[in-house]
Structures are given as structure tokens and as C-alpha cells.
């Protein structure tokens, strides 16, 4: 059973464990719920660029930062439609659109995005969309229209929160990521390492979102992208340790969540990638673009792919369901077997027990 009532204090105590004891329990965990070798490949869409009125400090689309960014209209249907279809011919099984607004307002441009839902639906890939604050009946339209999952994360801890955003609250994020729970639409809802925050935050950032019940069924994780002209500029790059720990560690809280290596690969070698996938994470963005950061080519991760044996995931594969035993205990006790395998319940104790032997 899913544990929902995580202390910071228990999630400091897997953070900061030995790296290779934390590995092999993430591992563990991973191999419980989900296939090792299978990762799922998505590409990030930025259907409406820059302009935004909010503040959040990592942000280069935020109107009042002076960046390189270039600003664009909301892209059409068609246009959404060819790039969904360059993406899933290069492996890609979700779309993710995301909109640079405060929170989504009705009208015409919403009927488009309603619109470009309804089209990716039909190409038999997930498709997922980040547009800002949304109210209870906004989610239920995209429901509708064929939405399989919404993003909205939560950046960091609630105590961190005002240190990175003041334009909104972390409240008004629990309050979009509930009005998407009320409805089929999957939660997506992670946050960025590297802001400057402590290893507290963190841990408070994971207990957020794994007391939430049902937990998120995708959780990316994102090291900081410094880019100039943001009040982060100046942040060092996030090590690979401080990546791999925390992959790991939203494993271990989140079993059963897609975890997804996201913003900062372009930072990491192939070798610190693969330790994340050994540590849990299950899914990369694709595409030389994450909304306008860079990101590694798509030809350079399938190369990755065939070193590590590594197969990308297809679509609807799960919502996170339990890799369970093959036959149950009552079925191999009548073949006169003694049972062989671990119970999801208690896998890690016992491979841990057996490893002591
Ligand atoms: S992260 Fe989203 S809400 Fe924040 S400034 Fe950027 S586009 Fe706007």
C-alpha cells in the first residue's frame, strides 16, 4: 500500500543515506512497480511563448525579466498537429503544451487549446497541457476534450515558495492541482532543484506531493537552467549527486509515479543520466528545445537509449499500476511450490533480509 503520510524528517533520512544503499533501495522499489529498461519519451510544446505576468525567478517567459526569450502568439491547431506528428515519429508517445499565462481565461484562445487536445488525442498519443491556474470547470472541459494529464508543480517547499515566486501563492497550486483531481485528468507536479533552496526544501517539496492522495501519477524533477537575464543568472550548476539523490529519493516516496528527469540534462553526462534511471527516473522530455531552454537532441538520446538497452515507453502503457507476481501465492501452494517471490508490501525488507544471508 502507498504510504501518504511521509514527515520530512523520514524523507531527509533517505536523501542523505549512503549513495549506494539509497541506490539499491530506489532501485528495488523501481523494479517493484515499473519495467527497468522502459522509459517513456515525451516532447514538450511551448504553444504560446513569453509575455507571462508572473515572476517566477528560473523563468526566461516572464514579461518583466529581460531575456533572450522571443515571444509568440498562441500557435495554431495545425501547427500544434505537425509538430505532435514529427514527435511521435521520433519515438515521443506524449505531447506536453504549455502556454506562458498567470491561469487559463475562457474564450477563443482556450477553444483552440480545447481544440489542439481533441487532435493530439487522436493521433493515440497522451497528451498533457500546462497553461497556469485553472478553475474546476476549465479542467473539466479538457477532460472532455481528451486530456490525459495536466501539469502544474510545485517548484519547491511552501516555505521556499515566496523566495521564488511572489506573483502567486503555493496554496493557489494545491488549489489547481485539487480542481484537476475532481476530475479523469491525470496530475503531473514536480518542481526544480538548484534555486538556491536548502536540502530541507527538497524533502518539503516531496512531502507536498506525496501526501497528496492519490500521489501525483508523474513527478518531474528539473535542475535549474540559469539563464541571464533572470534573478537566478547567477546559480551554479546543480551536481549530479544532489540529481541522482533526488531522483531516488522521489522513487522511494512515490512508488509508483512516473518519475521525470527533465529540465538540466543537457548538464549531465550520459553516465549521470543512466544513474538516474537506475535510481527511478522513468521518462525524459525529447526535443532540441524544453519550452526555450536547450535540450539534447533527440538522435543523441536514442544513442543513449541503445547503450543503456534502454526502450521508450508506449503510450498508455499505465496510470502506474503495480507490477505484481505472476501467479499468487494460493496458485503455486496447490502446484505444490513453495512461493518464490516478495510481496509488493514487503519487497525491500525482504530482498534486503535475503541479500544478508
Ligand atoms: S514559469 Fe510559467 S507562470 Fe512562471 S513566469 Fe514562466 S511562464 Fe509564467
Redesign the pocket.
Known amino acids: 500500500m502507498t504510504k501518504h503520510d511521509w514527515t520530512k524528517e523520514e524523507i531527509l533520512e533517505i536523501y542523505n543515506k549512503p549513495l549506494m544503499e539509497l541506490l539499491y533501495e530506489a532501485a528495488t522499489v523501481h523494479r517493484k512497480y515499473h519495467d527497468p529498461n522502459a522509459v517513456q519519451v515525451s516532447t514538450l510544446l511551448s504553444i504560446k511563448t513569453g509575455g507571462?505576468?508572473?515572476?517566477?525567478g528560473?523563468?526566461p517567459?516572464?514579461a518583466r525579466y529581460h531575456t533572450d526569450v522571443e515571444g509568440n502568439d498562441l500557435m495554431s491547431v495545425q501547427q500544434v498537429k505537425a509538430q505532435a506528428l514529427r514527435a511521435k515519429s521520433s519515438g515521443s508517445s506524449r505531447v506536453c503544451m504549455?502556454a506562458?499565462?498567470?491561469n487559463v481565461k475562457d474564450g477563443p484562445e482556450f477553444d483552440n487549446v480545447l481544440e489542439m487536445v481533441r487532435t493530439i488525442n487522436k493521433l493515440d498519443m497522451e497528451v498533457c497541457c500546462t497553461l497556469?491556474m485553472l478553475t474546476e470547470n476549465q479542467a473539466q472541459r479538457l477532460a472532455e476534450a481528451g486530456l490525459y494529464a495536466y501539469n502544474h508543480n510545485l517548484d519547491t517547499s511552501e516555505e521556499y515558495y515566496k523566495e521564488v515566486?511572489s506573483t502567486r501563492g503555493f496554496e493557489d497550486r494545491l488549489q489547481t492541482i485539487d480542481n484537476v483531481r475532481k476530475t479523469n485528468v491525470t496530475v503531473c507536479s514536480g518542481g526544480i532543484i538548484g534555486m538556491g533552496e536548502e536540502i530541507e526544501d527538497r524533502a518539503g517539496m516531496l512531502v507536498a506531493l506525496s501526501t497528496l492522495n492519490p500521489q501525483p501519477e508523474s513527478v518531474p524533477i528539473n535542475a535549474l537552467v540559469a539563464v541571464d537575464g533572470t534573478p537566478m543568472e547567477e546559480e551554479k550548476p546543480v551536481a549530479i549527486w544532489d540529481m541522482i539523490r533526488m531522483v531516488a529519493t522521489t522513487r522511494i516516496v512515490m512508488p509508483q509515479t512516473q518519475v521525470r528527469l527533465s529540465a538540466g540534462r543537457t548538464q549531465m553526462s550520459r553516465e549521470g543520466q543512466a544513474m538516474c534511471f537506475f535510481a527511478g527516473a522513468n521518462s525524459i522530455f525529447a526535443g532540441d528545445k524544453l519550452l526555450t531552454t536547450p535540450n539534447p537532441d533527440v538522435n543523441e538520446d536514442m544513442e543513449m537509449f541503445k547503450l543503456l538497452g534502454l526502450n521508450p515507453m508506449k503510450p498508455f502503457t499505465k496510470k502506474s499500476q503495480p507490477k505484481t507476481v505472476e501467479a499468487s501465492e494460493s496458485e503455486l501452494t496447490s502446484l505444490g511450490e513453495k512461493p518464490k517471490w516478495t510481496r509488493p508490501d514487503h519487497t525491500i525488507e525482504r530482498n534486503l533480509a535475503a541479500q544478508n544471508k
Open positions: 507571462c505576468p508572473e515572476d517566477c528560473y523563468c517567459q516572464a504549455g506562458a499565462w498567470r497556469g515566486i
